[in-house]
């Protein structure tokens, strides 16, 4: 009795280098993965405090010029910053819709009102992605009277990134 037949298909080590390789590929894709995420968030972060800077310079512009504002709270005259930044961040206001990259911070939460200065917080893991406006010394701003500084929480290094400085308010 003789068997002449061949055996088709894959040996076991065949598969098992195989399997070897796609779990290579797959543990180095993850980490790129991983690296492309942070860094979009980060980019996230950068570009809501640019828009948040560009909403306190166009406000701050329009009342230097009488123009009527929304909310009601930013007009002109008054010169509660808290309140109005209260009432840009809820309902269907400018600054409503801003959410945070690294959490699930909502903008009346993302946005920080410091023009106490009371806000001092390091950045760390709990305020990434964070916006603080402020009109004091704090997080090394240089600033005179009356004048807005934005800054962000930039979870790629633990410090407040200011991305702009010195806006009449």
């Known amino acids: 009795m003789s068997f002449s037949s061949k055996q088709k298909g894959f040996s076991l080590i065949e598969l098992l280098v195989v399997v070897a390789i796609i779990g290579i590929l797959a543990s180095v894709g993850i980490v790129g993965y991983q690296r492309y995420i942070d860094s979009t968030k980060a980019d996230v ?16 512009i ?17 010169d509660n910053m808290s309140t109005c930044l209260t009432d840009a961040t809820t309902g269907s206001e400018a600054l409503a819709s801003f959410e945070n990259p690294y959490n699930e911070d909502t903008a009346g939460t993302m946005i920080i009102d410091n023009s106490t200065g009371s806000y001092t917080t390091a950045c760390s893991s709990t305020t990434y992605g964070r916006i603080v406006i402020s009109d004091n010394s704090s997080y090394n701003h240089s600033n005179t009277d009356n004048e807005m500084d934005v800054a962000y929480c930039d979870g790629t290094n633990d410090t407040w990134t200011s991305v702009k400085t010195d806006i009449a308010w």
């Open 45 to 60: 972060a950068k570009t809501n405090a640019q828009s948040v800077a560009r909403w306190v310079t166009s406000t701050g």
């Open 62 to 78: 329009a009342r230097q010029g009488g123009i009527s504002l929304t909310p009601e709270s930013c007009k002109a005259g008054s």
